[in-house]
């Protein structure tokens, strides 16, 4: 395995005022590439330039997390909201971030969707294409990160952005590779040593079990472990371990 080469993803900066959400500054020094809320699901300013001045100083890439208008419900709820709007949502969370890295001395380097957002473009064709649409209109050199097999990674590579496959260390996953509802039981992981174990299978293209215990290879060029799951910094520390130690070279994926 000493030529696979994968990135480590974390969704950071979800706090939001007084609120924190997980330890962003420990995942920082983990993770090789951070997906940094952009203020419509959590995230402020003040946390957006902490968040990217912190990444720079710890040479890790700077991802614009997007997703819809949703602040109570932290970006996990359906919304239909009309293409334009959420081209121009989207436009405007990149942009946001963006000053941010760049005061930090950097720039958004690419863009993944969140929560819902994330779920619902990997079939709803006019929402996939609207976000597509934001990419492209923002700056079309912006890897995009997403779910293999999704609407939003098909019409976004027809579009001629580069796409990169998503694999999720802490999360269950449907025989159809989809993820499992966060409703249902079992659809979280926990346990380190099994999320760790499951990452050197998914990047040595091995496969790992569906939630019905069937066999699913998953090929990632990132894998992402959730910033706001209990336990999340000693997981990715396990993860990276275990990574490193299979001969797996982790780098951020977005130059």
């Known amino acids: 395995m000493t030529q696979v080469r994968v990135d480590l993803n974390s969704d950071l900066g979800e706090g939001f005022g007084q609120w924190t959400l997980g330890d962003d500054d420990a995942l920082l020094g983990v993770v090789t590439s951070a997906n940094v809320a952009c203020g419509f699901h959590a995230s402020d300013a003040t946390i957006m330039r902490r968040v990217c001045a912190?990444?720079?100083?710890?040479?890790?890439?700077?991802?614009?997390?997007?997703?819809?208008?949703?602040l109570p419900g932290f970006g996990r709820r359906f919304i239909d909201v009309e293409p334009e709007s959420l081209t121009a949502d989207v436009v405007y969370q990149i942009g946001a971030l963006e000053a941010f890295a760049r005061i930090a001395g950097d720039r958004v380097r690419y863009v993944k969707p969140h929560g819902a957002l994330y779920n619902a473009i990997v079939h709803h064709e006019e929402q996939a294409a609207a976000v597509v649409a934001a990419v492209v209109a923002y700056d079309r050199t912006l890897p995009v990160l997403g779910l293999p097999g999704s609407a939003w990674l098909r019409l976004a590579g027809e579009a001629g952005l580069t796409v990169v496959h998503e694999a999720f260390a802490d999360r269950a996953y449907t025989p159809e590779g989809t993820l499992v509802s966060r409703?249902?039981?079992?659809?979280?992981?926990?346990?380190?040593?099994?999320?760790?174990?499951?990452?050197?299978?998914?990047?040595?293209?091995?496969?790992?079990?569906?939630?019905?215990?069937?066999?699913?290879?998953?090929?990632?060029?990132?894998?992402?472990?959730?910033?706001?799951?209990?336990?999340?910094?000693?997981?990715?520390?396990?993860?990276?371990?275990?990574?490193?130690?299979?001969?797996?070279?982790?780098?951020?994926?977005?130059?």
């Not at 720079?56 to 997703?67: E, F, H, L, M, N």
């Not at 990715?236 to 490193?244: D, F, G, M, N, S």
């Not at 001969?247 to 130059?255: E, M, N, R, S, T």
């Open 54 to 70: 912190q990444a720079v100083q710890s040479g890790v890439a700077i991802g614009a997390q997007v997703g819809y208008r949703d």
């Open 183 to 255: 409703r249902l039981p079992g659809a979280v992981l926990h346990d380190p040593a099994e999320i760790a174990a499951r990452c050197v299978a998914m990047a040595a293209g091995e496969p790992i079990r569906d939630v019905e215990g069937g066999d699913l290879t998953l090929r990632p060029g990132s894998i992402c472990v959730h910033g706001d799951t209990p336990g999340a910094v000693e997981i990715a520390r396990q993860v990276r371990e275990a990574l490193t130690s299979a001969g797996v070279a982790l780098a951020p994926f977005a130059a």
